[in-house]
């Protein structure tokens, strides 16, 4: 069957995103398998078509209009336990492999727990909470580049920093990722307790994208700038702060990404002007074109 088939057209974006919001996607395609991205990359490539590859949309603020280009959404999702390292799929649950991996004994990954996206979302963003980052226990990653060639890239050979990953600066698609665990008595009790935590204080039944801002240092958290600025609860449209945790925007009342974006510069102004800080978003914005 040629590859053509499988594309979809119109695909509402909305219904990838934990934001539920975006238009539709000029060409959809979801890659179950390595040789279904690598086809679906080279499709894209030999007819110039801008390629969004998406893992479970808990980061990413698409537009109204959509995206006029093709989303590849990685659904790669084969998880491989051997002794204490486990090999997974990039589209595998990133918050479940948290759970089973503390199930198991296993402590290196239990911050990933709550965390509501895919393996690949989680290395291109160094993911990270309770002061816990994604390319700490990370060992390998199987990545597929711009050009169709496959590459393995040890953690030696890659630079992490603060919700930043050396993908961020490329075109392709993180295939698969190796993590190597420590086995720890209370791995599962320490797991349980953050999700409990998280719980409390995240507005998880909400629509949102968890943090919106970076924290602008190891001391500040962006959450408290806004807080003290008196804008939990503000609103643009139907894009509201979270009046449980002020970095999260939550899409209220059928927000629009123009809800959102007004939203997120005010309070960029407001902190700006009461605290002298400027705060760069943590969402990825995706543009229309
Ligand atoms: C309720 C809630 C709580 C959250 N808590 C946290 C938290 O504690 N800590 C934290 O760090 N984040 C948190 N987040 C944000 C989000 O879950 C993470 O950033 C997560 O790692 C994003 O993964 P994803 O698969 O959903 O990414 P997506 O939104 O699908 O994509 C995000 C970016 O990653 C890229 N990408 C995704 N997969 C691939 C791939 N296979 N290859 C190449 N690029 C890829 C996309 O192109 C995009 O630029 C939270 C979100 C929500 C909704």
Not at 47 to 68: A, E, T, Y
Not at 109 to 120: C, D, K, N, Q, T
Request: net charge neutral; aromatic share 10%; hydrophobic share 35%.
């Amino acid at each position: 069957m040629s590859i053509d088939e499988h594309f979809l057209s119109g695909k509402l974006l909305s219904s990838l995103s934990t934001f539920a919001i975006g238009g539709p996607a000029r060409y959809y395609f979801e890659a179950r398998q390595i040789s279904h991205a690598k086809e679906a990359l080279e499709w894209a490539r030999q007819k110039s078509i801008p390629v969004f590859v998406l893992g479970r949309g808990s980061n990413s603020l698409f537009d109204d209009r959509g995206f006029d280009g093709l989303v590849l959404h990685n659904r790669i999702d084969f998880c491989e336990f051997s002794e204490s390292s486990v090999y997974v799929g990039a589209g595998y649950n990133f918050s479940l492999l948290g759970v089973q991996t503390a199930r198991r004994g296993f402590s290196g990954l239990e911050f990933a727990s709550g965390i509501p996206g895919s393996v690949g979302g989680a290395v291109f963003m160094n993911a990270g909470a309770n002061l816990r980052e994604t390319c700490e226990p990370l060992s390998e990653v199987l990545y597929l580049d711009e050009s169709g060639e496959e590459r393995v890239f040890e953690k030696k050979d890659l630079v992490f920093s603060y919700r930043t990953s050396p993908f961020q600066k490329r075109r392709g698609c993180i295939l698969a990722a190796r993590f190597e665990l420590e086995e720890k008595e209370g791995a599962r009790k320490s797991q349980l307790e953050i999700v409990d935590y998280r719980m409390k204080t995240q507005p998880y039944k909400e629509k949102s994208v968890g943090c919106i801002f970076r924290n602008p240092s190891a001391k500040s958290s962006a959450g408290a700038l806004i807080e003290k600025c008196g804008l939990k609860g503000a609103t643009c449209g139907g894009a509201q702060v979270s009046t449980l945790h002020a970095n999260f925007i939550i899409n209220a009342e059928q927000a629009s990404s123009s809800d959102v974006l007004a939203l997120i510069e005010k309070i960029q102004e407001t902190v700006a002007k009461e605290s002298g800080v400027h705060l760069e978003t943590e969402v990825r914005k995706v543009d229309f074109s």
